[in-house]
Structure formats: C-alpha cells, structure tokens
C-alpha cells in the first residue's frame, strides 16, 4: 500500500486545516487509516484512526474535539479536518495503513510521507 499525505500547510491558532491521504492499494479496503504525528524532538504520537467500515473512530486525548478522521473508501482517501488548532499541533503529520489496537490506536503497517502543520500563536 502506498499512502500519499497533502494538505498541510501554515495557520495561525483557531484556524483549521484538512489533510488528506490516497491511497494506491486496492485493498485499501482491508485496513484501518489514521493519522500520526512528531514535533521536533518529540516521538511520533497517534493522533486518530478508523476502522474500513468506519464504524470504530479513535482519537488522541489531545485532539478530541477538535480533530475528525473520515474515510471515503470509493476514493481510497482518508481525511482529517483540523479546527480550533493549537500551536502545540505543529508537526510533520502521517498516514498509516494498518489495524487498530485493543488499547484504541493504530498499529501501522504502511506509512505515508509526512506533511508540514505549522500553528502560529
């Protein structure tokens, strides 16, 4: 699976963003998506993910609220629509393909390149 992030982008805090991921696989299908991401000098973190049937959504403490993870299987894409952010969401956000965890996060299996949140305060 080949997964291709596009969306990021700089927005001062309060604004909102949309990412968005394709995928080339057909059998996208098959997999749970989600969203990672690092700030500078920090580990990568999960951010949200859904299940294929998009009936199972997860979503970080930190951006619960404010962040909402979709997925339009026809069109192999999955999005993340970022409002009310915060300067604290700045970092290099990635897709992943992969299956969700007991514990309610993603477990990768395939990454996407990562693209450039910037909030400025």
């Known amino acids: 699976v080949q997964l291709q992030a596009s969306g990021g982008g700089l927005v001062q805090a309060g604004g909102s963003l949309r990412l968005s991921c394709a995928a080339s696989?057909?059998?996208?299908?098959?997999?749970?998506l989600g969203w990672f991401r690092q700030a500078p000098g920090k580990e990568r973190e999960f951010v949200s993910a859904?299940?294929?049937?998009?009936?199972?959504?997860r979503y970080s403490d930190s951006v619960k609220g404010r962040f909402t993870i979709s997925r339009d299987n026809a069109k192999k894409t999955v999005a993340l629509q970022m409002n009310s952010l915060k300067p604290e969401d700045t970092a290099v956000y990635y897709c992943?393909?992969?299956?969700?965890?007991?514990?309610?996060?993603?477990?990768?299996?395939?990454w996407g390149q990562g693209t450039q949140v910037t909030v400025s305060s």
């Open positions: 859904v299940t294929w049937r998009q009936d199972i959504t």
């Open positions: 992943a393909a992969g299956s969700l965890t007991v514990a309610g996060t993603l477990h990768p299996r395939y």
């Open positions: 696989e057909r059998t996208f299908n098959s997999y749970a």
